[in-house]
């Protein structure tokens, strides 16, 4: 083959090969197949957003999200009784908010007292973890919309605009959640 045909099958592959690739991705969509994802906890999925529910603080005090600042949120519920386990996962989340070095001030953590009788677990929360966000769990749209998701989930990503975008189930990796929200932070510009 000469150098003009070579030059003309380069020139025709650059424009087929893009539809032929998008083609074949369409036809695994709509066949069901899942494609390879590097992300480690599970898509929330139809997205849920938290953007004008409210809730109580630990102080009964009503709150609305959004008039929480526009960050990345690590929402965490705790089981009714909270073990070392537990505790031991609220330790994890601040160290991972640490590791995220220059990163730290766009993540928030917020735990969700899965037992109302454990007001007093909350004030020590706070107290050992001055910004933490220690919210009640009692009646509230905040509550329930993360309820209507949790499925066996205990911790949830919050993005910026409220919306609710992966989940972890209770023996999440800490290294994991963390390339997961250095990848996020990364890639987004908000928050």
């Not at 949120?73 to 640490?98: K, V």
Request: charge should be positive; include cysteine.
């Amino acid at each position: 083959m000469d150098k003009g045909k070579i030059k003309f099958l380069l020139i025709v592959m650059i424009f087929v090969l893009p539809f032929v690739v998008s083609n074949h991705l369409y036809k695994k969509h709509l066949s069901g197949e899942k494609l390879n994802t590097t992300n480690y906890g599970s898509f929330i999925n139809p997205i849920v957003s938290l953007q004008d529910t409210s809730f109580f603080d630990i102080t009964t005090i009503p709150r609305k999200y959004n008039s929480l600042d526009r960050k990345w949120y690590l929402i965490y519920i705790t089981n009714p009784n909270c073990s070392d386990l537990c505790q031991n996962d609220i330790y994890l989340l601040r160290q991972i908010n640490i590791a995220l070095g220059k990163d730290m001030e766009r993540v928030k953590r917020i735990v969700l007292l899965n037992d109302d009788t454990k007001t007093n677990l909350g004030k020590e929360l706070q107290i050992k973890y001055p910004n933490l966000i220690v919210v009640s769990n009692q009646s509230s749209s905040f509550t329930k919309v993360l309820n209507k998701v949790k499925r066996n989930h205990n911790l949830f990503l919050v993005d910026p605009n409220g919306n609710v975008i992966l989940g972890y189930n209770e023996n999440f990796e800490g290294k994991k959640l963390l390339k997961d929200i250095k990848k996020l932070l990364k890639l987004s510009k908000i928050g």
